[in-house]
Nanobody, 123 residues
């Protein structure tokens, strides 16, 4: 069993930066792909990015590519989402997820989810 806890959300002005953290429990964390998703009010949850188990491969949605960076520290069993050049349309609840049993950009294949952290970008 894996438990995920996100932190680092908050209110930021457009153009600013935030770093989200996703702290995990469980001895098998280092073997999991990890994903970040977000859900804006009135919209479906969408893929933001993912990182391979060893951190060597990362994948991003077109809407965040070049602005967001995913990294992980397996020793600290934590995954990070560095968000730069934030835009009002990035406002959403951000979730981390672990252990996809299929395509990393498909929310329905992830086995474990955090509770989410709110990110609000003001214009």
């Amino acid at each position: 069993q894996v438990q995920l806890v996100e932190s680092g959300g908050g209110l930021v002005q457009a153009g600013g930066s935030l770093r989200l953290s996703c702290a995990a429990s469980g001895r098998t964390f280092s073997s999991y792909y990890m994903g970040w998703f977000r859900q804006a009010p009135g919209k479906e949850r969408e893929f933001v990015g993912a990182i391979s188990w060893n951190g060597r491969s990362t994948y991003y949605a077109a809407s965040v590519k070049g602005r967001f960076t995913i990294s992980r520290d397996n020793a600290k069993i934590t995954v990070y989402l560095q968000m730069n050049s934030l835009k009002p349309e990035d406002t959403a609840v951000y979730y981390c997820a672990a252990d996809p049993r299929g395509s990393y950009d498909d929310e329905y294949v992830y086995n474990y989810w955090g509770q989410g952290t709110q990110v609000t970008v003001s214009s």
